[in-house]
Nanobody
Framework: QVHLVESGGGLVKPGGSLRLSCVVSGGFYGAFTMGWYRQAPGKQRELVASIGSSNELNYADFARGRFTLSRDYAANTVDLQMNSLKPEDTAVYYC???????????WGQGTQVTVSS
């Protein structure tokens, strides 16, 4: 059973930085995409950034240049470094894992990020 556990959310002032971390446990195999989504109140969940099993990176337009996704293969973590945060980045951020062989989607419990002065 795959489990995703996020950490690192919190309250930060505009212009500040946060680093989110997601630990993936339980093991998996085959092609995959893992990354981060976010959902602000009253809005749909949206992709922030993802990395594929061939290390291809994908960023949402709002994240490009400010956010950096990285994966630690040994620790099986995927981190999101967020810089130059804006109030509109306020949302619950979710770690995501898509497994193509089993056609399954896995989510973490979410971590709140609030950007406010």
């Amino acid at each position: 059973q795959v489990h995703l556990v996020e950490s690192g959310g919190g309250l930060v002032k505009p212009g500040g930085s946060l680093r989110l971390s997601c630990v993936v446990s339980g093991g998996f195999y085959g092609a995959f995409t893992m990354g981060w989504y976010r959902q602000a109140p009253g809005k749909q969940r949206e992709l922030v950034a993802s990395i594929g099993s061939s290390n291809e990176l994908n960023y949402a337009d709002f994240a490009r240049g400010r956010f950096t996704l990285s994966r630690d293969y040994a620790a099986n973590t995927v981190d999101l470094q967020m810089n130059s945060l804006k109030p509109e980045d306020t949302a619950v951020y979710y770690c995501n894992l898509e497994l193509y062989l089993t056609r399954s989607t896995h989510w973490g419990q979410g971590t709140q990020v609030t950007v406010s002065s």
